[in-house]
């Protein structure tokens, strides 16, 4: 069996898949990765199932010394890296030899970097599925010394890349109308639109805080609404006026308003926006969001398709043998499938 | 389409949940009738398999139903779901069957749930009169939700109606029995609460180890019974199953 052992790890790594659905009536949420979008990418570069679990990393990665020869990629955050010293391509598939280091550090850009291995981690299963829910109880972070078991890769195609979606700087997030926005005026909601936040440091996997010049964002009647279902995305408004994106790890059910929902195409966005980066968010018809969501949910089935070999110049590599050994899949003869 | 304009005036109102679902809500305030309209509703649907739900749930009021409306028009779903409205008042409709009953040991007060004492003052009651009202209500879990298996229970007499503290309780430990605003929850884990902390048990809403890790649905009911800081110390000592030595019985 193949597998990552820990060396030296993150604040915050945790095994992270799709989630696991089907538990809203026991008060348990999906769960699931921050960037749900890295997922697919790294399945598409190792040419298996995005339910396949991934490592999540935020801010900082860690160490890991492969056990035996594993295919890899690296995708979500642009983290600093290297395998035995030299850096990897970010959003491409790699041979990881055995007993090779892989050492991953601080987050360039965005926030949460996925570490994938071919035929994904085989960690174990709480309710069904490997994806940490750490605000429920199931699973753990990663430690120091923790050996990563890979399921078996059926796969040996490496050297393959992708140009992500960009969502690692920020920007406009667009936004559904949901339950409680017409509860917003309609100058509060103008106003919503034309703020720029700022990510704040307070966030984590259950909510992102918003943090603004100016004054607060109120309903009308604010303190009286009963508690009411809690969807991923929803915008909360607190006593003081403060928004907060609710994330994957988000409670079923709440008593502050939401003003919004966020599209779910643009949810990855917040989770990897730097802290300190501006958002501002637009709302959407409810058609608008539909059809621009439906066309997110056929790009992600698509993502195989945009997978391309890596194109390598050979003045700029500084070991032309090795990374022809290592990656037999690049060929001049190789068909684009896109 | 205005998705969140309902189409009649006043209640049932159904509205969109951003792209992630249909929810049909019952009353704007929370009642004994709209809670029971919400179980009972979803039950009813639950009960048709539309190929379109993926999960539901009901909440105080209202009963949720996720759809990925990116693929499926709200519309037609609204209209399916208007058309089950109208087939009887569900302010009137029975709870669905094959409700629990748990009778759940409990130790009031004490260190082991230090705010009972405060609690009682602020309902104007004794301390042993507040332990009559706390274990002889029966109480039903009016929805599970906010934490995993957590239940929020109802509902204690008016005099219960005790507002939240100002200052969070930083910590109270899994299966506190708290209350506020006539209801009680009942924590699956230490968590922070705004509510005051008034009986112990050993009863864990969710125990993600077994294998049945959620023990509670929406509509069942609670007594919680009281028993003797000792006979709470010999439960722990003795049941390791994560139910605290609670009974169950099937509510006919």
Known sequence: MSALIVRSIGPACAIQDLGRPGFLANGLTRGGASDPTALYEGAALLRHAPEMAALEMAGMGGTFEATADMRIALTGAEMTATIDGDPPHSNASHLLPKGAILAIGAARRGTFGYLHVGGGFDTPRYLGTRGSHLSAGLGQLIAVGDTLNALPDSGTETGLHLIPEPRLDGGTIRVVPSVQTDKFSDETRARFEATKFRRDPRGNRQGMRMDFDGDGFHASGQLNIVSEIVVLGDIQITGDGTPFVLMHECQTTGGYPRIGTVLPADLSKVSQAPIGGTLQFEFLTFDQAAAIQARANTSLANMRRVVKPLVRDPATMQDLLSYQLISGAISATTKDEG | ?252
Request: charge should be negative; aromatic fraction near 8%; glycine fraction near 8%.
């Open chain 2, 1 to 252: 389409m205005t998705a969140n304009t309902p189409s009649h005036d006043g209640w049932p109102q159904i509205k969109t949940v951003g792209l992630a679902g249909i929810l049909v809500t019952f009353s704007p305030v929370l009642s004994e009738s709209a809670n029971r309209a919400a179980i009972a509703f979803r039950a009813a649907v639950k009960d048709q398999d539309w190929t379109e739900i993926e999960e539901s749930n009901s909440t105080l009021v209202s009963a949720f139903f996720r759809i990925d409306l990116a693929t499926h028009r709200p519309e037609p779903l609204v209209e399916r779901l208007r058309d089950m409205l109208g087939t009887q008042n569900w302010l009137d409709a029975p709870l669905p069957d094959g409700r629990t009953l748990w009778r759940v040991p409990t130790l009031f007060g004490t260190d082991r749930a230090p705010q009972l004492q405060e609690a009682a003052d602020m309902a104007g009651r004794s301390v042993n009169e507040a332990i009559t009202d706390l274990s002889t209500t029966t109480m039903r879990a009016l929805t599970i939700g906010f934490a995993p298996g957590q239940p929020y229970l109802g509902t204690l007499p008016d005099h219960w109606e005790i507002p939240r503290l100002s200052q969070i309780t930083p910590r109270v430990p899994a299966g506190a029995l708290v209350t506020a605003v006539r209801q009680f929850c009942l924590f699956p884990y230490d968590t922070p609460t705004g509510w005051r902390h008034v009986g112990q048990t050993g009863f864990l809403s969710f125990r993600p180890w077994a294998d049945e890790p959620f023990v509670l649905r929406a509509g069942d009911e609670m007594i919680f019974d009281p028993v003797s800081e000792t006979e709470l110390a010999k439960i722990e000592a003795s049941v390791k199953d994560g139910l605290g030595g609670a009974q169950r019985e099937a509510i006919p």
